[in-house]
């Protein structure tokens, strides 16, 4: 079955135990959502109930049955994260109770965008009462995101009221901003189970991303990879899934042992576990006490509950009402982006007490009462422009691919964000890699000054090796990320490249008056020795040069091209290379291969310095060797080598 990436809702239910959620789904849908046997026999929600609604138009919304029971206000908490509109139910017989209150707390905690008020059983009371209800209703909302929501009395059992409902929910959700169905794939599991035959099925609301049949998810934790082998929507079978949607995923490939509630299955690559997130925490103004450093808590977010503890970082008291910007370390990993809400109750007994919003998923372990941290903290707090900048700043360089996975946003959203930091001239792009400006300031003097102490310490060689300077830069800079650098201080005539050496603009190489004729000693002693060289230590004692005063000198003419390396202790003159290769090229002109032995006949030179030779024509690629033979590869042309050397 083939669907359209339209928008697609989640209504959720919440109020207090026993006042008509799950019946009231029932006169929306025609489903009961309570499926456990235990639910049947008490009467009560246990677990969190799925059901299809829907819409005169005929949208189809994806309707979440929370529990009302205060002894599962985590399977609540599992199943509200992710709705776009909730209907906040009050028996009109009762009132407010005390799980209507916490659980519109959560819902404010967690920035529940829309809702509804209603008021259920109202065929069992008179209208004067209702009244009186309805008046007590408005002035516990009072200040919240429900302050100015509609109001529907209806009664589940006869149905009245249940039409007006319905267009209530219509002129609701005309507002309501999608999901983001091109970001990555994110669907926090709240259920999992096995199916005889299919195997691992996983079901959740897909808060990003869009997943077809056939893609590759990870799922963490554990942190393995499947395969989506199908997808059903409303218990239909679909091609794919989009943001928005109540989905359930038959997973090739992975045991469900590994899965539990508050596993992530998201695209691959993208999410990382963590186990201590950087939090803005605001603790409920009727929270029974202050909250100290280093206090246990229960810690929700999304459909996972782990235990956190508390690291207050610019204070030893957080009291009721107060919001702080907080570290906390979890007893287990978890998938946390940026933006996510959560949800903290009290270690024991268990009652919400606060909530608040991640800022950084991934964050260093942080020391206390540090004026620096608190600082990138509120930098960080600010918004997402800022958290990129922050970021960037504070990893040097990178990758778009990375700040998908740091931040938790889609790519197109980052994309526009950085825009909008490069033509403010705060970030720029090298290569494949962003920094930002004073970094790339910084890593443009770190070259210019590393070129410059080359200079100085080797004042006879043209400049420093490419691959030399790329070494003074953090080894997470790419190539692609260097080579533009480079080019960027090139263009501001801060350094000149020639080939692969780097110089300074007003560089040039100026032997002194000896230097100049150590230079000329040793270039005439390899000429005239030429096949016959020895190696770098009986040259130089021949020439009763010591080691320290001839190393600056061979650079000169390794670096001039007069003499060549071959290897650390094994040089040639270049009239003796040149002839090398001539001998090479006639070789070969005859036959089709070469031994270490004929060459050494041709060229007249000892057996190791030949095999010096040959070992660096097999590198220049002149020559290919195949077992104790050689053959040639990519001869040069006399004439070009002739003009090179």
């Known amino acids: 079955m083939s669907q359209t990436k339209d928008q697609h809702i989640i209504i959720g239910t919440a109020g207090h135990v026993d006042h008509g959620k799950t019946e009231l789904i029932r006169a929306l849908?025609?489903?009961?959502?309570?499926?456990?046997?235990?639910?049947?026999?008490?009467?009560?929600?246990?677990?969190?109930?799925?059901?299809?609604?829907?819409?005169?138009?005929?949208?189809?919304?994806?309707?979440?049955?929370?529990?009302?029971?205060?002894?599962?206000?985590?399977?609540?908490?599992?199943?509200?994260?992710?709705?776009?509109?909730?209907?906040?139910?009050?028996?009109?017989?009762?009132?407010?109770?005390?799980q209507t209150h916490e659980h519109l707390q959560i819902l404010q905690l967690l920035e529940i965008p829309r809702g509804i008020i209603v008021l259920n059983k109202c065929d069992l009371a008179e209208e004067d009462w209702i009244d009186i209800v309805e008046e007590e209703v408005r002035e516990e909302v009072a200040g919240t995101f429900l302050d100015e929501a509609p109001v529907c009395r209806v009664s589940a059992v006869t149905k009245d009221g249940i039409p007006a409902l319905v267009e209530s929910i219509r002129a609701q959700i005309k507002n309501i901003v999608p999901k983001d169905s091109d970001g990555p794939l994110r669907l926090p599991v709240d259920r999992h189970f096995t199916i005889s035959g299919s195997g691992t099925v996983v079901t959740g609301t897909l808060l990003s991303g869009t997943i077809n049949v056939g893609d590759n998810v990870e799922v963490l934790p554990p942190g393995e990879k499947a395969r989506v082998r199908e997808i059903q929507v409303h218990g239909k079978k679909v091609d794919q899934g989009f943001a928005g949607q109540r989905v359930a995923l038959n997973l090739a490939g992975l045991d469900r042992a590994l899965i539990q509630r508050g596993s992530v299955v998201g695209t691959v690559g993208i999410f990382e576990q963590t186990s201590r997130v950087d939090v803005r925490l605001t603790l409920l103004p009727d929270a029974p006490r202050p909250l100290r450093f280093r206090d246990p808590v229960h810690f929700h977010l999304g459909t996972a509950r782990v235990v956190g503890v508390v690291a207050l970082l610019d204070r030893d008291v957080l009291a009721p009402g107060e919001s702080a910007l907080v570290q906390i370390?979890?007893?287990?990993?978890?998938?946390?982006?940026?933006?996510?809400?959560?949800?903290?109750?009290?270690?024991?007994?268990?009652?919400?007490?606060?909530?608040?919003?991640?800022?950084?998923?991934?964050p260093v372990k942080h020391r206390r009462f540090r004026e620096e941290v608190m600082a990138t903290l509120k930098e960080l707090d600010s918004g997402e422009v800022s958290f990129l900048l922050q970021k960037i700043s504070d990893q040097g360089c990178v990758r778009l691919k990375e700040l998908e996975v740091i931040s938790g946003m889609g790519q197109e959203r980052i994309e526009k964000h950085l825009k909008t930091l490069e033509q403010e001239e705060k970030i720029a792009l090298l290569g494949d890699q962003w920094v930002s400006l004073e970094t790339l300031r910084a890593w443009r003097f770190l070259l210019v000054e590393n070129a410059t102490r080359f200079h100085q310490s080797n004042p006879l060689l043209p400049g420093i090796p490419h691959a030399t300077l790329k070494q003074v830069l953090p080894k997470a800079v790419s190539q692609k990320a260097f080579d533009r650098l480079l080019a960027n201080a090139v263009e501001k005539d801060l350094l000149i490249q020639e080939l692969d050496v780097i110089r300074l603009p007003n560089f040039a190489v100026k032997p002194t008056e000896r230097e100049a004729r150590d230079i000329e000693h040793i270039e005439s002693a390899y000429r005239e020795a030429g096949s016959l060289a020895k190696n770098k230590r009986e040259m130089l004692q021949q020439l009763g040069m010591k080691q320290d005063q001839a190393e600056p000198c061979l650079g000169y003419l390794f670096a001039t091209g007069r003499l060549v390396k071959l290897n650390e202790e094994s040089f040639l003159h270049r009239e003796s290379i040149c002839r090398a290769i001539r001998i090479l090229v006639e070789h070969f002109a005859a036959a089709e291969?070469?031994?270490?032995?004929?060459?050494?006949?041709?060229?007249?030179?000892?057996?190791k310095q030949t095999q010096a030779v040959l070992e660096h024509f097999d590198s220049l690629k002149y020559t290919m060797r195949r077992g104790d033979e050689r053959i040639a590869w990519k001869l040069p042309k006399m004439d070009e080598e002739n003009d090179k050397k």
């Open 329 to 362: 370390h979890l007893d287990r990993p978890l998938v946390a982006h940026r933006q996510d809400r959560f949800i903290i109750r009290s270690y024991s007994p268990m009652t919400t007490i606060g909530g608040g919003l991640i800022i950084d998923p991934d």
């Open 29 to 98: 849908t025609g489903v009961d959502t309570d499926r456990l046997k235990e639910e049947k026999s008490r009467g009560i929600s246990i677990d969190l109930g799925f059901a299809p609604f829907r819409l005169p138009g005929g949208e189809i919304a994806g309707v979440v049955d929370v529990p009302g029971h205060e002894r599962f206000i985590s399977n609540m908490l599992a199943g509200i994260g992710g709705i776009d509109l909730v209907l906040l139910v009050v028996d009109v017989m009762e009132g407010v109770m005390p």
């Open 593 to 607: 291969t070469l031994t270490l032995a004929e060459f050494r006949d041709k060229f007249g030179s000892a057996r």
